[in-house]
């Protein structure tokens, strides 16, 4: 039951690829004059702060007589959603004045919740007919005074909301409230007890805009020609990366392996007993399997199931599927999908480490599996028990923890497993050009730039001098309140990341040959994810110079998920390094004869 409960939810996501960017039906947004038109509130929290939410009705408004909360989603949950009846009436076509909400009085502790809310600047969100509300609970007077304990607190009281509609559809909605309006607030700075009474208005205006397109204004916001501009500077800049990096191979590695060539040539016509020199002289210990084979392998397995993951979540969001506000549908497609591809994890994972000739497949299966997964795992603990400590909306209840892991358990595992049996009887050998040595040669001392430290650094900055001017941008996105639909362009900017990481790490294998050191597996594995280090370096940049987050758990929430997110990157580039290194090393061993 539970599998084929699943399996509707992958059926549903697959479908929803191929529909309209509108996903929702027309018929179940028509409605007829005064017929109510559901509005639910959301959460409540610092503006600044995006992970810290908390419940609407956390704070002291003026909730009915019975909360009713609305079902949501995986993902909705995930994304830290938790949709209640909001307490006003919005009926289709029906203006209001000034409707009373309720008469509450507030306590001496209620002024100092909301006091609290209003000096860290707390904002709402609902949503009526599934468009965001937005609104701002009050306004902080300060008047130059820079102490605190002098500042005036405002509470906002009468929320007016704009609506558009066309024939029988809702449009557009906004709120607002009237700053300067004495009567439309109530001054909540001293310590006492206060009667509020909480009022809400309504205006209703005709729109010629269809329902089609009542979501292109949160799209085009990510648009507009400055942010356009900004953009394609970013891909010229990228593009540039990739032609120089192209052009030093070319005119550079090209050119030196001609001659290497020529010259191993000649070596093999003229003296046989010539002692052998660079990458050739290594023939025999290039292809020497690396320490840690179990380990490496499950890194290769577990970077080539996050590469295909990345790659389907652009098909996905290049459809539509992921258009503004489409609540928790992207983390609704990383969990079903990374559930789904976990069988290319346990398929490369094991047919890699059959080829190194390892023998424990299962231990390296439970090494794929646990790679990824348990420092996520790991991580998540540690972030749950922070919201749950902070009561707010990212604390995931004990309901959808049961889901996730029963998707582990009854789809990733088995697929896992299933993944790692086909590896393991695909029986496919190593293809190595040169035949390896009983014993390795010694490795020539080497310069200290060399080293592995300083050839990631080198490796990682040119990757990511590429990507950085749109990763300001990605996390405007995930860690604040701007929109991201250009999704076209950061696929052009990916497929730069890709190429500009295969060719240097290809550069810094070749280099590291011809200085006679042969131990080259592992340095490029690291050499190509280090622009993972790279991004997490760029998070330290944007939390305390670009962004005003603050508080524990906000930091928590933004360095604990982002060193997934980049271990996730390390793994992915690390194995197009790898592959990419590989196919170069079989090349150039295939092109000399080698005793």
Wanted: charged share 20%.
């Amino acid at each position: 039951m539970v599998l084929r409960r699943w399996d509707l939810v992958v059926l549903g996501l697959l479908l929803s690829t191929v529909v309209t960017v509108v996903k929702s039906d027309a018929s179940d947004h028509t409605y007829k004059p005064k017929d109510q038109v559901p509005l639910y509130a959301n959460k409540v929290g610092p503006f600044q702060n995006p992970s810290e939410t908390y419940r609407f009705f956390d704070l002291p408004f003026c909730s009915p007589a019975h909360v009713k909360e609305k079902r949501e989603a995986l993902g909705e949950v995930l994304n830290g959603d938790r949709l209640v009846s909001a307490p006003y009436k919005l009926e289709f076509l029906v203006d209001k004045d000034s409707e009373l909400v309720c008469k509450k009085q507030l306590t001496k502790d209620d002024v100092a919740q909301f006091r609290k809310a209003v000096a860290k600047d707390y904002y709402f969100e609902m949503y009526y007919d599934d468009l965001p509300v937005w609104g701002f609970l009050g306004r902080v007077e300060k008047d130059g005074k820079s102490d605190p304990g002098e500042h005036k607190y405002y509470l906002f009281k009468h929320l007016h909301f704009d609506i558009s509609y066309n024939k029988d559809h809702v449009i557009e909605i906004g709120a607002r409230t009237e700053r300067n309006d004495p009567n439309s607030q109530v001054d909540i700075t001293e310590d006492k007890g206060v009667d509020v009474d909480f009022t809400y208005s309504v205006k209703w205006r005709d729109t010629d805009i269809p329902f089609e397109k009542r979501m292109d204004k949160y799209s085009h916001s990510s648009s507009l020609p400055h942010h356009l501009e900004i953009h394609w500077f970013s891909i010229i800049n990228s593009c540039v990366t990739v032609l120089l990096l192209t052009g030093f191979l070319a005119t550079i590695l090209m050119r030196v392996l001609k001659n290497d060539f020529v010259k191993y040539a000649n070596d093999e016509d003229t003296a046989d007993d010539q002692e052998e020199t660079g990458w050739k002289y290594i023939h025999g210990d290039v292809f020497r399997y690396p320490k840690y084979k179990s380990l490496f392998a499950a890194a290769l397995g577990c970077g080539s199931q996050l590469f295909i993951l990345v790659v389907f979540i652009f098909i996905l969001a290049i459809v539509g599927v992921f258009y503004p506000y489409n609540r928790g549908a992207l983390f609704t497609a990383l969990v079903v999908i990374y559930a789904l591809t976990s069988g290319i994890a346990g398929y490369t994972a094991a047919s890699f480490y059959g080829q190194l000739e390892g023998k424990n497949w299962v231990r390296n299966l439970l090494l794929t599996g646990a790679l990824f997964c348990g420092p996520l795992f790991l991580n998540f603990c540690f972030l749950n028990t922070v919201a749950i400590a902070y009561r707010a909306t990212a604390a995931l209840p004990f309901g959808t923890i049961v889901v996730i892991f029963l998707i582990w358990a009854l789809v990733t595992s088995p697929l896992l497993v299933l993944g790692g049996i086909a590896g393991k009887n695909s029986k496919t050998e190593f293809q190595a050009p040169c035949r390896t040595t009983k014993y390795p040669r010694e490795i020539p001392p080497l310069p200290w730039y060399r080293s592995t430290l300083p050839q990631m650094a080198m490796a990682g900055f040119l990757p990511f001098s590429a990507i950085y001017i749109e990763l300001y941008y990605i996390f405007a996105s995930v860690w604040g309140h701007r929109i991201y639909t250009i999704y076209s362009i950061l696929f052009i900017v990916f497929i730069i990341l890709l190429i500009v990481t295969a060719f240097i790490t290809v550069a810094l294998t070749y280099f590291q040959l011809a200085a006679e050191d042969h131990e080259w597996w592992w340095r490029s594995f690291l050499c190509g994810g280090s622009t993972g280090l790279f991004i997490y370096g760029y998070c330290l940049y944007y939390y305390y110079a670009r962004s005003d987050m603050s508080g524990f758990m906000q930091t928590s929430f933004f360095f604990g998920y982002m060193a997934c997110v980049c271990y996730g990157f390390f793994l992915m580039l690390g194995t197009v390094g790898f592959r990419a290194a590989l196919f170069f090393v079989r090349h150039i061993y295939r092109s000399i004869k080698c005793e």
